[in-house]
């Protein structure tokens, strides 16, 4: 997927409010804006928006000298999904089909993302999460919603490569893991992470810091892009990238940089950006899991 | 109130959605953000938001060469509001307070704002008021809803200027301003609208095709910025705007422009962008009516 022209207003609002939380001055967030606006004509169109991002994150740290703005943000994600935890457990635990469930609300994990919606109020999403009850398993759709691949898939495979998305939603992704490994508990399962901060991206630590390590051998992925630019990836992360079973891709950063890949990829997100449904073709807030690249 | 970094990566997405609207190519609506990026920089934050405006759709329209991209959708905003005035007409006539109904309905008519939301289906947003019976009459609220000391500073005045904001909400202003002189037919009102286009902003033409020219004198402020800004006005407009026994403003563009007048006006609007919301203290959505400016 390709970055278009309505990524790009879209980048100054990231850049700005990054820059905010980042705790700039008024003075450098203008100093961050004026430059982002003298590199965006040089924006390829032909890269995928996570491309794109990383210079503009890249830019949004070297002027506010700021490593990680997100450091503090990810610990209290992690920490709050990890308080869900056993109430998320005993409801997948007690669903009609546990791995059915264990999926969807991985999926709905997937709304906590700083790079949509940077003023993004963790508790309250995670909150509704749980409120939604009644969809708690989407139905089959051939298109958004492929969940009988998926597990065909998934049953077959002995490794698992899974990429992570975002801190905080790693809890809901170790509760799938968990499920994965309860099912067939001589899958190998290895949890890719990225190398370097970028927005509120899990790295190793956070992986760790909500259990994953128990289930899972944490893998960096080499890159510091919103999603999986395989060009940026290290060639360890490729070759386990090209030889697993299975690739499971959370959120809507993956799906942008891997949609065409040449290997499939079942894509796990919640569309929403507009510029995403539209190429998923899929509404804003819908959760998707489908079997996407080549075949 | 003054241009503030948020309305940055917004008037990028204005820019971008004005190219389309104008059926720019491709291209060209890069060629539109490019040119933006190049100026965004000089923007003075002393200015206000519709004066920083106006630049960019000026430059928009230099670059698609369309002197006013939303002609047909002024149009078609009129001729829908037109539709409704029958039963707008009634249920204002119904009302148990006929002319604070009206004046909930003209401040609910300015929902239709291309500026901030370029995809607006006026149908949706017309029916939505036509729903809202409930609220028909705000209640009476010191900082937001000053509904008795508009009715009586209304009562006083011998003249009226209006401040029109966009075309199609005419329709909902023209019920108003018939109670107005239905209340009292020797007073004399008169209609402000812009000189050049701008957005989906009044012009006299649309003030005309929805009959206002029946009930107020239609007069060009002199500008064409999306809002009233008094350095841009011509000396007859000014003279007007001093005089005015009262001063009605209608739109968040008026309101950013002229909520530091040097006379009292009353601001009519719905807050509908979170800067305008922070600067009027209220949330988005919300219906204001309140007298501003230096009392």
Do not use: W
Not at 130 to 154: C, D, H, S, V, W
Not at 156 to 172: Q, S
């Amino acid at each position: 997927m390709k970055t278009c022209l309505d990524c790009i207003p879209c980048f100054f609002r990231q850049a700005l409010e990054a820059s905010k939380l980042a705790g700039a001055s008024p003075r450098t967030q203008q100093r961050v804006l004026n430059e982002l606006a003298k590199i965006c004509s040089s924006f390829s169109l032909k890269s995928s928006p996570p491309e794109t991002g990383r210079i503009v994150y890249r830019l949004v740290n070297r002027i506010t000298e700021k490593k990680d703005p997100y450091t503090k943000i990810k610990a209290e994600s992690n920490q709050k999904a990890l308080k869900l935890y056993p109430r998320l457990k005993r409801r997948i635990a007690h669903s009609s089909d546990p791995m059915a469930a264990a999926v969807s609300l991985a999926i709905a994990g997937n709304i906590i993302d700083y790079g949509v919606k940077n003023s993004l109020n963790v508790e309250r999403e995670l909150k509704k999460i749980m409120k939604e009850e009644t969809r708690l398993i989407p139905k089959e759709n051939k298109k958004f919603y492929q969940y009988t691949k998926f597990k065909g898939a998934l049953s077959k495979a002995n490794t698992v490569l899974y990429l992570a998305d975002n801190a905080g939603e790693i809890v809901f992704d170790r509760l799938l893991l968990e499920e994965i490994q309860k099912e067939d508990p001589l899958k190998q399962i290895i949890y890719a992470v990225k190398s370097r901060p970028i927005i509120n991206d899990a790295l190793a630590k956070d992986a760790r810091q909500c259990g994953v390590d128990r289930i899972a051998r944490i893998f960096e992925s080499g890159s510091d892009a919103p999603g999986t630019v395989l060009s940026l990836c290290s060639q360890e992360f490729l070759r386990t990238y090209r030889k697993a079973d299975i690739v499971i891709s959370k959120g809507q950063g993956n799906f942008e940089t891997l949609s065409l890949s040449q290997r499939p990829v079942f894509f796990l997100f919640m569309a929403k950006c507009p510029v995403v449904a539209r190429h998923a073709g899929c509404r804003i807030g819908d959760i998707i899991l489908r079997c996407g690249g080549k075949k």
